[in-house]
């Protein structure tokens, strides 16, 4: 099992900044990448940034160039850097962790941290 603990969402107007942590502890040695997913409401979760353990980094396209994921791999922490924000970026943000063992694919969530942009 991998436990997640997410922090860092609130209120921020926007072209502020904000900063999500997510720490992984459990079963870590087989997550094989992290990431950030969010959900609107009235709207499917969508995939906002990954990364690998080697650190391949992945991008919804919306915010390109304003977000930035990074891990570290000595606490087990992943983070996202937002900044920038656009009321459109106002969701519930999730943390996610993909474990990947004996070729079983199994993913990890968070409970999620709410981000909330005004305009």
């Known amino acids: 099992q991998v436990q997640l603990v997410e922090s860092g969402g609130g209120l921020v107007q926007a072209g502020g900044s904000l900063r999500l942590s997510c720490a992984a502890s459990?079963?870590?040695?087989?997550?094989?990448?992290m990431g950030w997913y969010r959900q609107a409401p009235g709207k499917q979760r969508e995939l906002v940034a990954t990364?690998?353990?080697?650190?391949?980094?992945n991008y919804l396209d919306s915010v390109k160039g304003r977000f930035t994921i990074s891990r570290d791999n000595a606490k087990n922490t992943v983070y996202v850097q937002m900044n920038s924000l656009k009321p459109e970026d106002t969701a519930v943000y999730y943390c996610?962790?993909?474990?990947?063992?004996?070729?079983?694919?199994?993913?990890?969530w968070g409970q999620g941290t709410q981000v909330t942009v005004s305009s």
């Open positions: 996610n962790a993909r474990e990947v063992i004996n070729g079983l694919t199994r993913d990890y």
């Open positions: 459990g079963r870590i040695f087989g997550i094989n990448a």
């Open positions: 990364i690998t353990r080697g650190s391949s980094t």
